[in-house]
């Protein structure tokens, strides 16, 4: 301390345990993690627990850190220090990594053709997790350090559970509250949440919602006093893209304009060049860890757009690695043809020329090959005109390509009304948006997306209006909009704190944004929602409420996600 000058409240170099220690007590919510009450087999002070994480990796028992009395049968409930661990709140802290950050990985790849399904006869299992028991006899040799088939009688015990009562492959329980975002009315009413309820899944779907099951499960989640809500649903996203664009925020912060960056062959163009000099193959390891980071930020499904190949076979490139990556990484993902991003160099001065390629050409291999789900303009000055972006929707529409368009995003040009006359499923962005704009989408249905990360990243003011289009009726979906040029990040959580703080909206209408809304955003209304035969995608998360995720701001509360049934973190 001397050395560092000795000033009282000052410690130098990183926050370590004992600093930490008075943040440890648990909140007071929730039932505590164990009750009191009859016991079965398989709970109570005599269940197999798992070896604390501070002796897994060979450690020994400390004396007195009670830290292994559970796994010795003592016959002790927990103390109060303990039960701050179970609860997960050193998970908060940071203090000891649980072990799902040691030992994550992504899934196995899915097979082709069935998206729903993960490869379960080649892959190995999935490591078991923290917070995950075992139940009725399932594989829980293997947690205790013996390989499979040492287990006496494990041949006995694959019989079909179902005859003892257990019938789900997972039960989620132990939650604050279910969001099921299933409600009609007010935002908060859609959110419909059911308090302590429990989630019951089967075969990579919702198969019960309430609060007591009466049906046992192979694997229980315990979601430890947070609440649990549907995957998240980012419905714009450029994740796909090859290239480094850090050089250039550096030259925007030093006060260079956007123009001076781009005549030095910056900007959208230095992505594109990056982009066609990729493979197939370096494109996909290099979209891989962003979409690892959106999956540790709750999202399950993602709409990735092409936009930065701006030539026939880049462009399909880029939507073959958007399928091959929705096949080998646990987010769904639905492509977007933005072959109208920008104008390509080599049609600089023939524009109409790129226009006539991707309507005769480029739309129609990316339908054959079923590659995409939407057709998207980027409709600016500085881009494409209404005219060009009319003829490419509708020809897309020919084709089974939804439209959506980037509109009145600089510039306030009528793009929402555009939107509304051509039936698109979205309008995005809309900084600019008129009272027109606004009206037209409310009449036309149109779910308005705003980037709001890529407003405040791109120093753009203002921000869309929320509380307006809320106000009318309109649907607003949120995205992170993660590309390299005006919005550089995963985080959910910024996106959905920047909506309330300045976009003018709720956090009940942000979390829709990101969850039921979204999901309408990519016209699939049987996600973002959590609802009895829906696919089972949840997020379960460390905070006890929605109302955390934008006051907490921009801080990822996110305990675990369930993809189709099965927990991928
Ligand atoms: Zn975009």
């Given at each position: 301390m001397a050395a560092h000058g000795g000033r009282e409240g000052e410690v130098p170099g990183p926050a370590r345990a004992h600093l930490l220690a008075g943040l440890w007590r648990a909140a007071p919510r929730g039932a505590p993690v164990q009750r009191a009450g009859p016991h079965r087999q398989g709970e109570g002070a005599h269940r197999h627990r798992s070896r604390s994480p501070r002796l897994w990796l060979g450690g020994v028992a400390q004396p007195g850190n009670r830290s292994d009395e559970g796994r010795h049968r003592c016959g002790r409930r927990l103390a109060d220090p303990q039960r701050d661990d179970q609860r997960g709140e050193r998970r908060v802290v940071g203090l000891v990594p649980p072990r799902r950050w040691r030992g994550h990985r992504l899934l196995t790849a899915r097979r082709s053709g069935d998206r729903r399904r993960r490869e379960r006869s080649r892959g190995a299992p999935h490591r078991a997790h923290a917070a995950v028991r075992p139940r009725h006899g399932r594989h829980s040799s293997c947690r205790r350090g013996l390989r499979r088939g040492d287990h006496r009688g494990e041949g006995t015990r694959r019989e079909d559970p179902r005859r003892d009562g257990v019938s789900f492959d997972l039960l989620i329980r132990n939650t604050s509250e279910v969001v099921t975002c299933t409600g009609e009315g007010t935002a908060e009413a859609m959110l419909a949440p059911i308090k302590r309820g429990c989630v019951g899944i089967r075969e990579g779907r919702i198969a019960w919602l309430g609060t007591e099951p009466t049906e046992g499960a192979t694997l229980e989640l315990d979601a430890r006093g947070g609440f649990v809500g549907p995957g998240f649903v980012d419905c714009h996203t450029h994740v796909v893209f090859a290239g480094d664009r850090s050089d250039e925020f550096e030259l925007r912060c030093q006060g260079r304009t956007y123009l001076e960056i781009a005549a030095t062959g910056g900007g959208i163009a230095k992505t594109v060049t990056a982009t066609r000099a990729a493979n197939e193959d370096q494109l996909f390891k290099l979209a891989l860890p962003r979409l690892e980071r959106l999956l540790k930020h709750g999202v399950t499904t993602a709409e990735v757009k092409s936009g930065?190949?701006?030539?026939v076979e880049s462009e399909l490139r880029m939507l073959r690695v958007v399928r091959r990556l929705g096949e080998q990484q646990p987010i769904s993902l639905v492509g977007t043809l933005l072959a109208l991003h920008a104008i390509p160099p080599e049609f600089k001065t023939d524009r109409a020329g790129w226009v006539r390629l991707v309507i005769d050409e480029l739309i129609p291999r990316v339908a054959s090959e079923g590659l995409a789900r939407f057709n998207d303009v980027f409709v600016e000055q500085t881009a494409f005109t209404h005219d060009e972006a009319r003829a490419v929707l509708e020809a897309g529409l020919r084709h089974g390509l939804k439209p959506r368009l980037h509109v009145d995003q600089m510039t306030a040009n009528g793009g929402a009304q555009l939107a509304a006359s051509l039936g698109a499923v979205t309008a995005d962005h809309l900084e600019q948006i008129s009272a027109e704009g606004i009206a037209a989408l409310a009449r036309s249905g149109t779910v308005a997306v705003f980037a709001p990360t890529s407003t405040l990243f791109a120093r753009a003011r203002p921000f869309a209006p929320g509380r307006a289009l809320r106000d009318a009726g309109v649907r607003v979906a949120l995205c992170t909009n993660c590309n390299p040029g005006s919005s550089h990040s995963e985080n959910v959580f910024l996106a959905i704190g920047l909506a309330c703080v300045e976009n003018g909206m709720t956090p009940a209408e942000a979390y829709l944004g990101f969850t039921r809304f979204g999901a309408d955003a990519i016209a699939d209304s049987s996600l973002g929602r959590l609802q009895v035969g829906a696919p089972a995608d949840v997020t379960i998360f460390s905070a006890d409420s929605y109302r955390a995720l934008p006051y907490h701001f921009a801080m990822n509360s996110v305990a675990h996600v369930v993809k189709d049934g099965q927990l991928v973190f």
């Open positions: 930065y190949g701006l030539d």
